[in-house]
């Protein structure tokens, strides 16, 4: 079996130097970790929150923690004293939590929103609507401490690359019409979408970042 720096370099070798890699380390122990920080590797995405707080506490502090998984508000606190990017922002009441938060930690957090793009019933997110909601509401600014920085998506769990292609080219048609509402707070300047299995076509398809987990440490 490859190793995690085998891993590592396989995958940054098929990457643009625009679109980072976000090791996705859920589940697995901080000794892994530790081999892919010593690899090289510096951000890290986990799922839960008291997960990702044991490790940040465990692990160097050069890393960069991104939340991806659905959060629930009273959690918040937890992570906001060093979390560098939320990715799964699926509702205001949320956004307004992580803004009361960061305000404690006298932080500005930056977010995306989490968009509904598969076919599948169990996947969180906002449709598209719904997010352009939130980019163009009023009550925004007064959210001084949270910016929104773009978007993330999760395909569809199918082996049809298609069907996973015209989800991501959707995505990305939605967060291009986005930029048209850009200001102080909302800039579209980060993709995430592409996993372990889809990860180059999500390049290919204008993914900033993808977030990789058992292409690089195993399966879970
Ligand atoms: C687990 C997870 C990933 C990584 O999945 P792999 O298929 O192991 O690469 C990516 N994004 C989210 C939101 C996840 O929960």
Not at 124 to 131: I, V, Y
Request: charged content about 25%.
């Amino acid at each position: 079996m490859p190793s995690i720096a085998e891993n590592l370099a396989h995958i940054q070798q098929g990457l643009r130097k625009e679109t980072r890699l976000v090791a996705v380390t859920k589940t697995k122990p901080t000794t892994l970790l530790t081999e892919a920080y010593e690899a090289g590797a510096r951000l890290f995405g986990e799922n839960k929150v008291q997960e990702m707080v044991a490790k940040y506490e465990a692990l160097p502090k050069d890393i960069e923690w991104h939340m991806i998984g659905h959060l629930q508000t009273n959690k918040v606190k937890y992570m906001a004293p060093f979390v560098s990017l939320v990715h799964s922002v699926d509702s205001f009441k949320l956004l307004k939590e992580i803004n009361k938060e960061a305000k404690k930690n006298d932080r500005v957090i930056a977010c995306l929103l989490q968009i509904y793009i598969a076919k599948e019933e169990t996947k969180f997110g906002l449709s598209e609507e719904e997010a352009l909601e939130i980019i163009t509401s009023s009550e925004l600014a007064a959210l001084s401490n949270v910016k929104i920085a773009g978007l993330m998506g999760m395909a569809s769990n199918t082996d049809d690359l298609n069907v996973v292609r015209a989800e991501f080219r959707g995505l990305k048609n939605t967060f291009e019409s986005f930029k048209a509402h850009e200001n102080e707070q909302v800039t579209m300047r980060e993709l995430s979408m592409g996993m372990s299995g889809d990860y180059l076509i999500a390049q290919e398809e204008g993914s900033t970042l993808v977030r990789v987990g058992s292409a690089i440490f195993g399966s879970r």
